[in-house]
C-alpha cells in the first residue's frame, strides 16, 4: 500500500521515532537549537508503565543543565547508596558531584518533566503514528508511517530510531540486532506494603531467584521477581501469590505486598547493534543497545546517547560542523554501551548465582572489596555515568574528552554562578582564567572560573570537554 502514496516533501528537519526518555531529551535538544523536530510515537495515548525507575548522577548532570533536575527530584526517593545483592552496596555518596546518589521516580515522571520541556520548546508530538517502513537517499530520508489507520509518508533531513527494543525504525534498516535472552518471564507490580523493607531500595537473590523493591514515595513500590526455570510469555498474568512466594523465598517475608495498580512481564535481553548511524539515520537507547536491568543503567545509557547526538545534529543541521561529526556519536557511544552490558551482566550473573557455597564466596568478596575506598569509587563512578570519558586524539590535553566538573564561576550581575547553569543556554561554553579576556566567538558562551587554576576549557553542550589548554 505505501508504494501508492505520493512522495512527502520536507515535513521536519529531524523525526525523532519514539517518545520514552531517549527520545524526548533528544527532541527537546533539538527544538531548543531551532531544529524542526517532529517525534513519532506508536502509542496513542501516554504510558505509566514503569520499567526503568533509576536516575543517576549523570542523568541528574544532564538534567540540572537543561534546568529541569529540581523539579524531577521532587518526584521521588534520593538514596546515597545502592544495594545489588547480599553485602554488596555501592557507595555513590563521595562521587564529584552535585547529585551524590541515586535518584528512584517513576518512568512517567522522568517522561513528563521531558515531555513538558520539548513541548515549551517547540517539538511536536504525534501520537498514534506507527513507522511501517524508510527509504533513504543522498538529501534525506523518507518514512511511512500509519495514523489512524490510513498510510502516509514524512520526509526529513535525519531519522533518529529512539523506539525501544523492538525498533520499527532498526528493522526497516535491516540492521542486525545480535546478542541472547538473559532473563525469562520477570514479573512487575506496583504494590502496597504493610512493612516497608529495611534499607531502600531492597535486593536479595536466592537459588530459586530473586527480589527486588524500590519505593516511589507516594506509598507505592515496584516489585520486581524473578523465578528461576519460570518461561512464562510476556503476556501471561502475574500471580500475586507467586510474587509473594518468589519474594519470601529471597527475603524471608513478602512484607505484606497488596493492593496491586498495575502488573507485567518482560524478557531481558543482552544486544547492541554494531553500528548506530546508517547514513541519514541513527539509533539510540533500546533501539541500539538493551541490558539487564541489574544497576538501573538501561535508560540513564539512552538519556546519555541523546544528549551526545542533539547537539551534533544541530550543528550539522545548521552548517557549522560537517557531517563527519555525526560518526563521532558512534564512536564515543557505542563503547559506552559495551560497557553497560558489561558492567549490568556481570551484577546480574553475581546476584543469580546458584550453590549456596558460591553466595556466600561472593558475599565475602562484596565485603572486602567495600572496604577499600578506590574499588568503591571505581564502581560508583561507573555505575552512576559520572566516569563515563570519551576517547581524545593524539596529544590533546589529558582533560579533553572527560566530563566538566560543575565548576564554580566567577560572580557576575546576572550571569550563571556555576558551568552546569551557563549549560542550558545549549551551546559551548568557554571557561577561562580568573582575569584572563577573550574576544566573543560564534555560538559560545564565555564565563571565567572563580577558582585560581590558570586552565581554559571548551566545554560541549553534553558536558564533555572539547579542549584545554
Known amino acids: 500500500m505505501s508504494s501508492q502514496l505520493p512522495s512527502a516533501s520536507l515535513s521536519a528537519d529531524v523525526l525523532v521515532v519514539g517518545a520514552g526518555p531517549t527520545g524526548l531529551l533528544l527532541a527537546g535538544d533539538l527544538a531548543a537549537a531551532g531544529v524542526r523536530v517532529t517525534l513519532l510515537e506508536r502509542r496513542a495515548e501516554e504510558s505509566n508503565l514503569t520499567r526503568a525507575f533509576a536516575v543517576h548522577a549523570r542523568t541528574l548532570e544532564q538534567f540540572d543543565a537543561r534546568g529541569i533536575a529540581e523539579p524531577l527530584l521532587e518526584t521521588g526517593v534520593f538514596t546515597a547508596t545502592l544495594r545489588l545483592f547480599g553485602r554488596a552496596r555501592i557507595d555513590l555518596s563521595r562521587l564529584p558531584t552535585r547529585f551524590p546518589g541515586v535518584l528512584f521516580t517513576p518512568q512517567y515522571e522522568t517522561e513528563r518533566v521531558l515531555e513538558e520541556r520539548a513541548l515549551a520548546l517547540g517539538a511536536v508530538i504525534r501520537r498514534g503514528a506507527e513507522v511501517t517502513g524508510l527509504r533513504q537517499d543522498a538529501d534525506g530520508v523518507e518514512v511511512d508511517v500509519r495514523e489512524e489507520g490510513a498510510g502516509s509518508?514524512?520526509?526529513?533531513?535525519?531519522?533518529?530510531?529512539a523506539d525501544g527494543v523492538h525498533s520499527a525504525v532498526r528493522k526497516a534498516l535491516g540492521t542486525p540486532f545480535p546478542g541472547k535472552a538473559v532473563l525469562r518471564s520477570v514479573m512487575l507490580a506496583d504494590v502496597q506494603v504493610d512493612t516497608e523493607p529495611d534499607g531502600l531500595p531492597a535486593f536479595e537473590a536466592g537459588a530459586g531467584g530473586f527480589a527486588f523493591l524500590?519505593?516511589?514515595?507516594?506509598?507505592w513500590y515496584r516489585a520486581i521477581a524473578w523465578e528461576r526455570g519460570s518461561d512464562l510469555p510476556s503476556d501471561a498474568p502475574v500471580d500475586m501469590d507467586t510474587l509473594r512466594a518468589v519474594t519470601r523465598s529471597a527475603f524471608g517475608t513478602d512484607f505484606g505486598m497488596r493492593d496491586a495498580r498495575w502488573t507485567s512481564r518482560f524478557h531481558s535481553d543482552e544486544r547492541q547493534v554494531p553500528r548506530y548511524r546508517d547514513g541519514r539515520v541513527l539509533l539510540a537507547g533500546d533501539a541500539a543497545h538493551v541490558h539487564s536491568p541489574a544497576g538501573g543503567m538501561g535508560m540513564n545509557a539512552g538519556i546519555q546517547d541523546a544528549a551526545n547526538l542533539g547537539w551534533k545534529l544541530a550543528a550539522v543541521l545548521q552548517g557549522r560542523a560537517d557531517g563527519a561529526l555525526l560518526d563521532s556519536y558512534h564512536d564515543e557511544r557505542h563503547p559506552v554501551g559495551k560497557l553497560t552490558l558489561r558492567l549490568s551482566g556481570g551484577i546480574l550473573r553475581a546476584a543469580l548465582l546458584r550453590s549456596p557455597a558460591s553466595r556466600a564466596l561472593r558475599d565475602v568478596a562484596a565485603g572486602a572489596v567495600g572496604v577499600l575506598p578506590f574499588t568503591v569509587d571505581r564502581g560508583a563512578s561507573m555505575v552512576s555515568g559520572i566516569g563515563i570519558d570519551y576517547p581524545a586524539p593524539p596529544g590533546?590535553?589529558?582533560?579533553?574528552?572527560?566530563?566538566?566538573p560543575d565548576l564554580p564561576l566567577a560572580e557576575t550581575t546576572d550571569g550563571p554562578s556555576r558551568l552546569y547553569e551557563a549549560l542550558r543556554a545549549g551551546r559551548h561554553v568557554r571557561v577561562l582564567p580568573r582575569g584572563a579576556k577573550a574576544g566573543p566567538e560564534p555560538d559560545v558562551t564565555t564565563v571565567t572560573r572563580a577558582d585560581p587554576l590558570p586552565l581554559t576549557l571548551l566545554v560541549r553542550p553534553d558536558g564533555h570537554v572539547a579542549e584545554a589548554s
Open 214 to 219: 524500590v519505593p516511589f514515595g507516594d506509598g
Open 396 to 404: 590533546a590535553h589529558p582533560m579533553t574528552g572527560r566530563r566538566a
Open 153 to 161: 509518508r514524512l520526509r526529513a533531513a535525519y531519522v533518529v530510531g
